[in-house]
């Protein structure tokens, strides 16, 4: 069974900084695309970040120079490390895993940034 655990969300001042962690099921980590998107109440479901299965990365322009999307192969777990947050950044944050026609949804972890 596939399963996409996020954790590390929270509230957080504006400037301020926070790691999310995704841990997937091995059967699916090494071989899936992970990525995080973000849902802000009353918008669609955006991208954030995503990494392939071998380190390539792409970001929103949104969240450029400000976040970073890494994963560690041996634990089967993605981090999003945000830095410089802002109160846009609010949202519900979602892990995902993509490998065309499938895409696996964790149920998110809600990230608040407000002072």
């Known amino acids: 069974q596939v399963q996409l655990v996020e954790s590390g969300g929270g509230l957080v001042q504006p400037g301020g900084s926070l790691r999310l962690s995704c841990a997937a099921s091995?059967?699916?980590?090494?071989?899936?695309?992970m990525g995080w998107y973000r849902q802000a109440p009353g918008k669609q479901r955006e991208l954030v970040a995503t990494?392939?299965?071998?380190?390539?990365?792409t970001y929103a322009d949104s969240v450029k120079g400000r976040f970073t999307i890494s994963r560690d192969n041996a634990k089967n777990t993605v981090y999003l490390q945000m830095n410089s947050l802002k109160p846009e950044d609010t949202a519900v944050y979602y892990c995902s895993a993509y490998r065309s026609p499938i895409t696996y949804w964790g149920k998110g972890t809600l990230v608040t940034v407000s002072s």
């Open positions: 990494i392939t299965t071998v380190g390539s990365t």
């Open positions: 091995e059967r699916i980590f090494n071989l899936y695309t």
